[in-house]
Structure formats: structure tokens, C-alpha cells
């Protein structure tokens, strides 16, 4: 089974500040993958990563960025976090025919 | 732009009865359906899935089959049983092939009554 970690399970940060969210996988996977699920709105894309040092604008990428320096490791960078990026934030791990999983999740608050 | 809708929102069975969940996609080239069941405070987890080349798939008490004419593919869930308590999720492949690139339902959210 593929293994998708995430560094926290819950954070809490304060407006402005610059946030990190790392995702973990092991099972070599080349693509990778970043949701906000938020209620009534099911998941939405941020980013997505085909292969180290490459990455894609999602749906909704606007206040994001990402880094992809190791093809297991998958970082999602808030610069300067407001409230609307209250979330639960998941990261996935897809494999070359498609198939993968989700994280446990972070569930950030910004206040 | 492409979409999936899901129905229902929430849906409670009694312990043993049946459960389907639908969904609508409008992307003519999505090709791979998978569909994740994520319980409380978990990450969402892949049950089941199919691809366009095939109408309908089963895997123990959970099937999953697929219209693409109408668009329409459904889960669904026989026996059952208390653990099947989750939000479950579709979703549809979208864009190139090999882009794994994917539309979620708003997911649906069941009970089952023991």
C-alpha cells in the first residue's frame, strides 16, 4: 500500500504568516498532488507535480505556491496566510496507471 | 468547465439494506473513475474504480458501474454494515490521458442505522 504522510495533523497560524505543509510519499510515485476540502465544496485542486522540480496550477492556485526538490517529498507553501485558507489541506500520491491515495490530512486555521 | 455532480448529499440505510450513490459527469473524455471512501478525520481512501473501457466492475459487497453514453456512474454498496458509515467521494478523470488529473463530487454522506 502506498504511504502518504503529511507533517501535521492540525496547525493554527495567525494571518501573514508564511506556512509550510509538506507531504511525504515512499512509494516512488512521479505524481503528486494538493487539495483544500472544504464542506459543500468537496476537494479542489492547488497544484499538481508530474516529476521533481515540476509543477501545475490547478483550479485554484491563487495565494499558493509549491516545491518539488525530491520526487517523494511534495511542499505546499502558504506566503502570507489569510483566513479564507482555513481548510483541511490533502495531499496525494498517484502512480503511473493512475491509481494512488490520499494523505491523513492537515487541517489548518488561520486566525 | 467540467463538472460532477453527486446525489444524494446524505443518505441512511438500515444495517443490511442496500446503498447507491450517482454520479453525472460532462467531460466526453474522462476515462477513469475512482471512487474514495473517507471516514472521520481521515484522508480520503481509493475503494473502487473503473475505466471507460469497461460497464461495470465488483470488488466483494462494493460495485461500481458506468454509463458513458448517459455519463452516469454509480457506487454501490450491498449488506450493509456499520463501518460503511463514511463520506464517500467520485470523481472523474479529466484532460489528456496520463494527466491524472481529477473532478470530485461534493460527496455523499452515509449512515447506516444499526
Known amino acids: 500500500d502506498v504511504k502518504v504522510t503529511q507533517s501535521s495533523r492540525y496547525l493554527v497560524k495567525r494571518t501573514g504568516e508564511k506556512v509550510f505543509l509538506e507531504c511525504v510519499q515512499d512509494m516512488d510515485h512521479e505524481n503528486m498532488f494538493w487539495y483544500r476540502q472544504d464542506p459543500g465544496l468537496g476537494l479542489r485542486l492547488i497544484y499538481f507535480?508530474?516529476?521533481?522540480?515540476?509543477?501545475e496550477k490547478g483550479d485554484i492556485p491563487e495565494g499558493y505556491s509549491v516545491s518539488r526538490e525530491k520526487k517523494e517529498r511534495f511542499s505546499l507553501i502558504l506566503e502570507s496566510a489569510s483566513t479564507n485558507q482555513t481548510s483541511m489541506y490533502l495531499c496525494?500520491?498517484?502512480?503511473?496507471?493512475?491509481?494512488?491515495?490520499f494523505g491523513p490530512g492537515t487541517r489548518l486555521l488561520v486566525l | 468547465g467540467e463538472n460532477v455532480e453527486q446525489h444524494p448529499s446524505t443518505l441512511s440505510v438500515q444495517e443490511g439494506d442496500s446503498a447507491v450513490i450517482k454520479c453525472t459527469y460532462s467531460?466526453?473524455?474522462?476515462?477513469?473513475f475512482p471512487w474514495y471512501k473517507q471516514e472521520l478525520g481521515k484522508g480520503p481512501q481509493l475503494i473502487i474504480d473503473?475505466?471507460?473501457?469497461?460497464g461495470e466492475k465488483k470488488d466483494q459487497r462494493i460495485a461500481v458501474t458506468l454509463n458513458k453514453t448517459a455519463k452516469h456512474f454509480s457506487l454501490h454498496i450491498t449488506e450493509t454494515q456499520p463501518e460503511d458509515s463514511a463520506v464517500y467521494f467520485c470523481a472523474a478523470s479529466i484532460g489528456a490521458s496520463g494527466t491524472y488529473k481529477y473532478i470530485f463530487g461534493t460527496g455523499t454522506r452515509l449512515k447506516v442505522l444499526a
Open positions: 473503473i475505466r471507460s473501457n469497461v
Open positions: 467531460d466526453s473524455a474522462s476515462n477513469y
Open positions: 496525494a500520491s498517484i502512480n503511473s496507471a493512475g491509481t494512488g491515495d
Open positions: 507535480s508530474y516529476d521533481v522540480k515540476m509543477k
